[in-house]
Nanobody, 122 residues
Framework: QVQLVESGGGLVQAGGSLRLSCAASGRTFSNYNMGWFRQAPGKEREFVATISKSGYRADYPDSVEGRFTISRDNAKNTVYLQMKSLKPEDTAVYYC???????????????WGQGTQVTVSS
């Protein structure tokens, strides 16, 4: 089992920045590729970013490319999501997930955190 706890969400104005953190415990963190997803009310869970076990590779959808950066610190068992130039449409609950590959599909991840709310005001 891997336990994941997100933090760092909050209310920010459009154009602002936030950094989300996801602390992992349980099995060896560096054995997992990590992902961030988000879900807005009434919408499906959406892929935001994924990073390889080593941290050398990352993947983003076009909607956040150039604005969001995923990173990890395997010594601290933590993955981060730096978000800048935030838009109201970025408002959602953000979740981190652990899996065996760098998937864009939420269903392919094995472990999930509880989520942290990000609200971007216009």
């Amino acid at each position: 089992q891997v336990q994941l706890v997100e933090s760092g969400g909050g209310l920010v104005q459009a154009g602002g920045s936030l950094r989300l953190s996801c602390a992992a415990s349980g099995r060896t963190f560096s054995n997992y590729n990590m992902g961030w997803f988000r879900q807005a009310p009434g919408k499906e869970r959406e892929f935001v970013a994924t990073i390889s076990k080593s941290g050398y590779r990352a993947d983003y959808p076009d909607s956040v490319e150039g604005r969001f950066t995923i990173s990890r610190d395997n010594a601290k068992n933590t993955v981060y999501l730096q978000m800048k130039s935030l838009k109201p449409e970025d408002t959602a609950v953000y979740y981190c997930a652990a899996g065996q590959s760098m998937w864009r599909e939420a269903g392919m991840y094995d472990y999930w955190g509880q989520g942290t709310q990000v609200t971007v005001s216009s």
